[in-house]
């Protein structure tokens, strides 16, 4: 028998999309309960360094699915160059995709 291997999901969360504001993350939406009502029965919201260590040796020591939301702090520094942050949804949406395109692993059709 070949044993999957594990599956871990983490989601940083620090509540915020770049400099356009708070997300629903910041306010009452819970992605651990989502991910609950999902159907992941493994889940947990960490929201210390120690804390997320824990539950990341934890994921890895089970064979089962799990969803770790890491609460984080949000940096002042914008994390990319270029002028997306005046794009529409949709032309922010594209420049995700073309970018997906530029990595040397991305199976499709390169730009």
Not at 9 to 16: I, L, P, Q, S
Not at 89 to 98: A, Q
């Amino acid at each position: 028998d070949v044993k999957p291997p594990n599956l871990v999901v983490v989601v940083c969360d620090n509540g915020n999309y770049t400099n356009m504001g708070k997300t629903a993350t910041s306010r009452r939406t819970d992605l651990e309960k989502m991910a609950q009502g999902a159907g992941m029965q493994r889940t947990i919201t960490t929201r210390t360094l120690e804390d997320f260590g824990a539950a990341a040796k934890s994921a890895l020591a089970t064979d089962a699915m799990t969803f770790i939301v890491a609460k984080v702090e949000r940096d002042e520094k914008t994390p990319f160059v270029g002028n997306y942050l005046n794009r529409s949804e949709r032309g922010m949406k594209e420049s995700f995709v073309d970018a997906l395109r530029r990595l040397p692993d991305y199976p499709g059709k390169k730009l």
